[in-house]
């Protein structure tokens, strides 16, 4: 971790920046659970996916390492991660998740590039426009909370994410999680 918030302890988590700022926080923590957990034609796991993707194109470890592990708790294998970060192409992915990868991917590394073809490259693999809605929120969520966690200098993930616990994979199942976790950690009064 960098020193950036003297007031954060050496081991800092985003458990901690929630407790240091739970008026500013909660709100976004609503936000994050009705995106990552609410209705979607997008399944829980492919928005853990993208989640993950999108905090490994950033470089944030704490969010890339958090959300290898959400994925897992959907059956994704923590391998299926490291693979689409080294080639999205040739990764063991389903097609159809392929092309809103690579607009997610797009979207955090060059937005102003976006075309019409990044789009219709989403449609024509069976997609509809509330999907293509659902994984940009993802996209700029995760991006947000990057920066979030990058700007208060945490920047690393103090689990292995191979060899996380059932009861914690359990946990990241529930359909409340992140208000569990927001909650657990002094957002909501």
């Not at 985003?14 to 709100?27: D, I, N, Q, S, T």
């Not at 909370?145 to 945490?154: H, K, P, Q, W, Y």
Request: with cysteine; proline share 3%.
């Amino acid at each position: 971790m960098k020193n950036l918030f003297p007031s954060l302890p050496e081991d800092a988590n985003l458990g901690h920046v929630y407790r240091a700022f739970p008026e500013k926080l909660g709100p976004l923590a609503e936000y994050q659970n009705r995106v990552m957990r609410g209705d979607s034609e997008l399944s829980i796991a492919e928005r853990e996916i993208i989640a993950a993707y999108v905090s490994g194109l950033n470089a944030c470890a704490f969010c890339h390492g958090a959300h290898t592990v959400h994925a897992k708790a959907f059956g994704i294998d923590v391998s299926t991660i490291e693979d689409l970060m080294d080639d999205l192409e040739s990764a063991d992915i389903d097609d159809s998740l392929k092309p809103i990868l690579a607009y997610s991917g797009k979207l955090t590394t060059s937005p102003s590039r976006m075309t019409e073809a990044d789009a219709k490259a989403v449609y024509d693999a069976g997609w509809s426009e509330n999907a293509l809605f659902d994984a940009i929120q993802v996209r700029g969520l995760f991006n947000l909370m990057n920066r979030v966690l990058e700007g208060t200098g945490i920047n690393e993930y103090h689990s292995d994410t191979n060899s996380v616990g059932d009861d914690v994979l359990d946990n990241l199942r529930s359909k409340r999680c992140y208000l569990d976790f927001g909650k657990a950690n002094g957002l909501f009064a």
